[in-house]
């Protein structure tokens, strides 16, 4: 009876060992170097992983160990010393099967595959992964290089330091693609720098070019604004003597007044079409049931931060797996506005999202997995998430302002002080409701303790 007992015993326990599975994303995670990355490994179904061995490996040709976790503790003794201080648990998460591996200021030297082995004896089981760096070069520069014979400005654009090599395209004002004449390629170690050029002739009264670096996953983009004046001065100036320099210098000086009265024509421009937006303002609440959580909010919910420790509250099936929240507001037709205070912090995320995301993992906000968002990372790299993420040209921000046509399947967003447009996304389909989405983001070592705050909107 007692060998019968046994036998039962361990057959449960085998055949419970064998319904848990360790899972975690098929495709690769491609990530930007000198940014944090999350490995995410998770127990299928979800099962306490607090007494589970939890070991992270780098597979190249020999095994290495990148992080341990056993007996309740992480015991990196034999860490490869590129990873020491830069890989972490999160603790809190262990509980509910979470054995996802944070990686902080990823390298370019990071890139492989990596193995995440979880082991309860006699079970275990293990899943890899593939990490591929990118690197983003410096911000590309056009420059006016010579005028060509044929009456065109030479315009040559550099950036240094891509991986992998990115492509290079030049546009005009309306997005249509220019040629290049030449573009040189030259590669330090595993860096790539660019050089394009190509010869712009004049084609209305405000000639606008743009000049486009663009990986698989990123991009950036810049831009020159040459007034038919400069092409007249050319054409001009090739037929006087040098004598005649003062006279050139006077026409440059009206084109660059000319240009300034258009500069701030156009803010004035944007000021009506932002007083316009803020005639469809909502009052927006944070909604406690959908907050990580680690997240803390006020009394009042309207504003949020990040705890150091995760609050015991209910695993709900709205409650998000990665800190933010949403708004407790859906709406599904109209136009809606509000303005978030984003003052003091050196990273922060928000936009709308739909009411169907993945709220069990970590996933990547773009609009084609329901996230119209824009954010700051690394105290000042603005970006626009879309696919690829779109680097925004800001210096400091203190109020957003977010505004959303339904029909339209428009989302702007505003820096509010200086009455100005960030970024808008267009041509979207809305088949479902939408949410305000907040995310304060990491602490980053004390620093980006402000919350964001959802503000009363004035005219």
Same mark, same amino acid.
């Given at each position: 009876?007692?060998?019968?007992?046994?036998?039962?015993?361990?057959?449960?326990?085998? %055949?419970?060992?064998?319904?848990?599975?360790?899972?975690?994303?098929?495709?690769?995670?491609?990530?930007?170097?000198?940014?944090?990355?999350?490995?995410?490994?998770?127990?299928?179904?979800?099962? !306490?992983?607090?007494?589970?061995?939890?070991?992270?490996?780098?597979?190249?040709?020999?095994? %290495?160990?990148?992080?341990?976790?056993?007996?309740?503790?992480?015991?990196?003794?034999?860490?490869?010393?590129?990873?020491?201080?830069? +890989?972490?648990?999160?603790?809190?998460?262990?509980?509910?099967?979470?054995?996802?591996?944070?990686? !902080?200021?990823?390298?370019?030297?990071?890139?492989?595959?990596?193995?995440?082995?979880?082991?309860?004896?006699?079970?275990?089981?293990?899943?890899?992964?593939?990490?591929?760096?990118?690197?983003?070069?410096?911000?590309?520069?056009?420059?006016?290089?010579?005028?060509?014979?044929?009456?065109?400005?030479?315009?040559?654009?550099?950036?240094?330091?891509?991986?992998?090599?990115?492509?290079?395209?030049?546009?005009?004002?309306?997005?249509?693609?220019?040629?290049? @004449?030449?573009?040189?390629?030259?590669?330090?170690?595993?860096?790539?720098?660019?050089?394009?050029?190509?010869?712009?002739?004049?084609?209305?009264?405000?000639?606008?070019?743009?000049?486009?670096?663009?990986?698989?996953?990123?991009?950036?983009?810049?831009?020159?604004?040459?007034? %038919?004046?400069?092409?007249?001065?050319?054409?001009?100036?090739? !037929?006087?003597?040098?004598?005649?320099?003062?006279?050139?210098?006077?026409?440059?000086?009206?084109?660059?007044?000319?240009?300034?009265?258009? %500069?701030?024509?156009?803010?004035?421009?944007?000021?009506?079409?932002?007083?316009?937006?803020?005639?469809?303002?909502?009052?927006?609440?944070? $909604?406690? $049931?959908?907050?990580?959580?680690?997240?803390?909010?006020?009394?009042?919910?309207?504003?949020?931060?990040?705890?150091?420790?995760?609050? $015991?509250?209910?695993?709900?099936?709205?409650?998000?797996?990665?800190?933010?929240?949403?708004?407790?507001?859906?709406?599904?037709?109209?136009?809606?506005?509000? @303005?978030?205070?984003?003052?003091?912090?050196?990273?922060?995320?928000?936009?709308?999202?739909?009411?169907?995301?993945?709220? @069990?993992?970590?996933?990547?906000?773009?609009?084609?997995?329901?996230?119209? +968002?824009?954010?700051?990372?690394?105290?000042?790299?603005?970006?626009?998430?879309?696919?690829?993420?779109?680097?925004?040209?800001?210096?400091?921000?203190?109020?957003?302002?977010?505004?959303?046509?339904?029909?339209?399947?428009?989302?702007?967003?505003?820096?509010?002080?200086?009455?100005?447009?960030?970024? !808008?996304? +267009?041509?979207?389909?809305?088949?479902?409701?939408?949410?305000?989405?907040?995310?304060?983001?990491?602490?980053? $070592?004390?620093?980006?303790?402000?919350?964001? #705050? #959802?503000?009363?909107?004035?005219?």
């Amino acid at each position: 009876m007692f060998i019968r007992l046994m036998l039962l015993t361990v057959y449960f326990m085998e %055949s419970q060992s064998e319904q848990l599975q360790v899972v975690g994303p098929e495709a690769s995670l491609v990530a930007v170097a000198g940014e944090d990355l999350v490995l995410p490994c998770f127990i299928k179904p979800s099962k !306490s992983a607090v007494d589970m061995t939890v070991e992270w490996m780098r597979i190249e040709e020999v095994a %290495s160990l990148v992080h341990l976790h056993k007996n309740h503790e992480d015991r990196n003794e034999d860490q490869v010393q590129s990873y020491r201080g830069r +890989t972490s648990l999160f603790k809190e998460e262990l509980q509910k099967g979470n054995a996802s591996l944070k990686l !902080s200021a990823l390298q370019l030297a990071d890139e492989g595959k990596y193995k995440c082995l979880i082991e309860d004896k006699p079970w275990y089981d293990d899943i890899t992964l593939h990490v591929i760096v990118e690197v983003l070069g410096s911000h590309p520069v056009i420059m006016m290089e010579s005028y060509g014979n044929s009456g065109g400005i030479n315009l040559v654009c550099e950036s240094r330091g891509w991986k992998p090599e990115p492509d290079v395209l030049w546009l005009d004002r309306e997005g249509v693609t220019l040629t290049a @004449e030449d573009t040189q390629i030259h590669r330090d170690t595993e860096l790539f720098s660019v050089k394009s050029r190509i010869t712009v002739y004049d084609y209305s009264d405000s000639n606008r070019f743009y000049c486009r670096f663009q990986q698989k996953h990123h991009m950036m983009e810049t831009e020159i604004i040459i007034s %038919s004046g400069v092409f007249g001065v050319w054409k001009w100036a090739v !037929s006087i003597s040098a004598i005649a320099c003062l006279f050139l210098v006077g026409l440059i000086l009206t084109v660059f007044f000319g240009y300034k009265k258009a %500069s701030e024509h156009q803010q004035e421009k944007q000021y009506a079409e932002l007083l316009k937006k803020k005639m469809f303002r909502v009052d927006v609440t944070l $909604d406690p $049931d959908t907050a990580h959580p680690q997240l803390i909010l006020s009394d009042d919910r309207k504003q949020v931060t990040l705890g150091d420790t995760p609050q $015991d509250l209910p695993d709900t099936p709205q409650r998000l797996k990665f800190p933010c929240v949403l708004g407790n507001q859906s709406f599904s037709s109209g136009r809606i506005y509000y @303005e978030v205070q984003v003052k003091g912090k050196i990273e922060w995320a928000l936009g709308v999202v739909k009411e169907s995301i993945d709220r @069990e993992w970590w996933i990547t906000r773009c609009p084609q997995d329901g996230f119209w +968002t824009v954010g700051l990372k690394n105290e000042n790299q603005f970006e626009a998430y879309a696919d690829p993420p779109v680097p925004l040209t800001l210096r400091e921000v203190e109020v957003v302002g977010v505004f959303v046509d339904y029909e339209e399947g428009l989302v702007s967003f505003y820096d509010v002080k200086p009455r100005s447009h960030i970024y !808008s996304f +267009t041509g979207q389909s809305f088949t479902e409701k939408l949410y305000p989405y907040f995310s304060p983001r990491y602490k980053a $070592d004390g620093r980006n303790s402000a919350p964001l #705050i #959802i503000s009363d909107v004035t005219e």
